[in-house]
Structure formats: C-alpha cells, structure tokens
C-alpha cells in the first residue's frame, strides 16, 4: 500500500496517477490525519466491443459461409 502526503502527491501527480494504475489505489494523507484512496476509474466495456481482423475474404463469401452454417447448403 503505497501512502503519499498531500504535498507529494501535488508534486508528483504524474506518477501518483501512474502508481494507482498499475497497484489499484494508492492512499494520499493530509496534514490533519485524514487518509482518502484514489483508484482507477474502470470503464465498463461492452462485451459486442471485440477487437476486428484482417480477413482476405468478400462479403459475398461470408454470406455463403453464413448460409452454408444454416441449412447445410453452399451457392
């Protein structure tokens, strides 16, 4: 758990954002005691966002396959 004053964390802002991302959170104290966490937003992705690829293939030959897939029949 890696706790930084509130001065520090001013100071090195860079690298205390950089620190919570890689640990999860990292703690910043003020003078007067008090402690708060700061974590990582994480954004929620939806699971249709999937990354696309380079096929060498028509869209006439997806269909095919598509309706070969169905009914068992090629065109």
């Keep these: 758990m ?13 690298k205390v954002l ?10 910043i104290r003020r003078k007067d005691g008090r402690t708060f966490a700061l974590t990582p937003e994480r ?3 939806s ?9 060498d293939i028509t869209s006439q030959e997806i269909v095919a396959t598509v309706r070969e897939g ?6």
């Design 2 to 14: 890696q706790v930084y004053t509130y001065s520090e964390a001013r100071q090195k802002l860079a």
């Design 18 to 27: 950089e620190q919570a991302e890689s640990t999860g959170k990292v703690f």
């Design 43 to 45: 954004l929620a992705l």
């Design 47 to 55: 699971p249709l966002d999937v990354p696309s690829i380079k096929a």
């Design 70 to 75: 169905r009914d068992g029949r090629s065109d």
